[in-house]
């Protein structure tokens, strides 16, 4: 029956992301696999940063954050990007292009918050929604666990990416 319906034994199934891989060269010449094209441009920001002075380093996903267990599953979490400012604090930033799975990302959120207080965490999100409740609600609840919430599609949009 299944031959039928066009299934074959042993078939694979390729998906075609829509994501794909975007290699960035930092200005000294080390390659970075960015997953998702908002990340690139960001990352092309934080290089504008760093020869303005504003910034010292950073770097792609350096870090995962083990979280302690709760309701029996223990979890992990890799933030996007770490920046180290001149005055060498350390800030973490999670670029988000797209509201779905928002409550995975605001529950990961929650986690970090309580298990690394003193850790700093902004969320990158490309404008403010302006038009969907459903998405305001969303980033309503991301925004009580994260220090700072910026809006890069004015700043890509000054900067002509």
């Known amino acids: 029956m299944t031959e039928k319906m066009g299934f074959e034994k042993n078939r694979a ?12 060269r930092q200005p000294d010449g080390t390659g970075v696999r960015l997953r998702s094209n908002e990340e690139y441009k960001w990352a092309r920001y934080l290089d504008i940063l760093l020869k303005s002075g504003y910034i010292t380093n950073w770097e792609y996903e350096p870090k995962t954050f083990e979280f302690e267990e709760r309701y029996r599953k223990r979890g992990q979490y890799t933030p996007d990007f770490r920046v180290t ?16 799975d928002w409550q995975h990302v ?8 309580a298990d690394y207080p003193n850790e700093r965490i902004t969320l990158v999100v490309p404008s403010c929604p302006v038009r969907s409740t459903k998405r305001i609600i969303k980033l309503d609840k991301a925004k009580k666990y994260v220090d700072d919430v910026i809006y890069s599609r004015p700043i890509f949009r000054k900067l002509g990416f």
């Open 13 to 24: 199934v390729q998906f075609e992301w829509r994501n794909k891989f975007h290699l960035y």
């Open 85 to 100: 400012n001149a005055d060498s604090s350390t800030e973490w930033y999670e670029i988000k292009a797209s509201f779905t």
């Open 106 to 113: 605001v529950y990961k959120f929650k986690q970090f918050k």
